[in-house]
């Protein structure tokens, strides 16, 4: 496996890695995408590694397969400021992205795939639904749940696991955590510009507007090359049911996984599902049952007719 620094052209440029493997080219090829808010190239963040994007690359490269992973507007040496960037820029990044991996002498344009985690993934489904010349999309830990309905999904999952004194306070408060949600949805919609400052905190405020309205499942009824989404069964960031939405609503073929105790971090939990979880997981790689299942299907779209349906 080799690395290169690369940039992926146009307002602003990205900063990112072209992950090279072993093997002579030109060679098949994935775009990697991460989630929401100020994540690097390789899936990470000042108070949180998840390093999704990294590890995938090191083993789409022992699988024979390039990659692209990016930084994100202005995060890592990306200039810009991602809290400027809407969700339709973030799109558009992508195919950015796409468009300077397809012109790389190292890879074949005709077998290229696109992979997102969390938010990356449904970037991936609405690039793929806009015709982007590729035989294939991955989502990881995705969506099918309308915007608003989905933060307010993940507040009541949320609550119950929440610590003991906290969840007590609340009470005391008689603070309800989705009605909580709800308001600062209305407070974000009210809002005209990109950034705006809301208890005192300079918020993405376009990026939410365009999040609470955007609906997973139109890009997925348009998506015509092979899906394969791959959700954890203790996901309290996508429902893991949403699986069933996306093999129902997309029209080509469809591998669904549902992986037993899998977050959204893409490692294993013990125990009842909560964010307070994540740190001891990120101190662990990604489950190796994920990475086996990508390069494998990612193999096989690339050199292959379409795979067959494997549904929940």
């Not at 915007?147 to 007590?168: H, I």
């Not at 974000?188 to 208890?199: K, M, P, S, Y």
């Not at 086996?292 to 549904?311: F, I, K, L, M, S």
């Amino acid at each position: 496996m080799r690395e290169l620094a690369v940039e992926v052209p146009g307002a602003p440029p990205l900063a990112g890695t072209l992950t090279l493997p072993d093997s002579p080219g030109p060679v098949p090829a994935v775009v990697l995408t991460s989630g929401s808010g100020p994540l690097d190239r390789d899936s990470n963040h000042r108070r949180a590694r998840f390093d999704v994007a990294r590890q995938l690359a090191a083993a789409l490269a022992a699988g024979g397969l390039a990659s692209l992973r990016y930084d994100k507007r202005g995060v890592g040496a990306s200039p810009g400021d991602w809290r400027a960037a809407g969700f339709t820029d973030n799109v558009d990044d992508l195919g950015r992205a796409l468009d300077a991996l397809a012109a790389r002498p190292e890879v074949d344009p005709a077998r290229l795939l696109l992979a997102g985690h969390s938010e990356g993934a449904l970037l991936s489904a609405a690039l793929a639904a806009r015709g982007a010349p590729v035989r294939g999309v991955v989502l990881l830990s995705t969506s099918a749940t309308p915007g608003d309905e989905l933060l307010r999904w993940q507040a009541r999952e949320l609550g119950p696991t929440l610590p003991a004194p906290v969840r007590l306070l609340l009470r005391l408060l008689r603070t309800d955590l989705e009605a909580k949600v709800a308001t600062q949805h209305a407070r974000v919609r009210a809002t005209t510009t990109d950034v705006a400052r809301l208890g005192g905190v300079r918020v993405n405020a376009r990026w939410t507007r365009e999040f609470l309205d955007h609906d997973p499942r139109t890009d997925l009824a348009g998506v015509r090359v092979p899906v394969l989404a791959l959700t954890g069964s203790k996901d309290v960031q996508a429902p893991p049911r949403d699986l069933e939405v996306v093999a129902a609503t997309v029209r080509s073929p469809v591998q669904t996984h549902l992986v037993p105790d899998l977050t959204h971090t893409l490692r294993r939990q013990p125990g009842q599902a909560s964010l307070r979880g994540y740190r001891a997981e990120l101190r662990r790689p990604v489950d190796p049952e994920v990475l086996d299942t990508v390069v494998t299907w990612c193999r096989r779209a690339c050199h292959a007719d379409a795979p067959a349906e494997n549904p929940l």
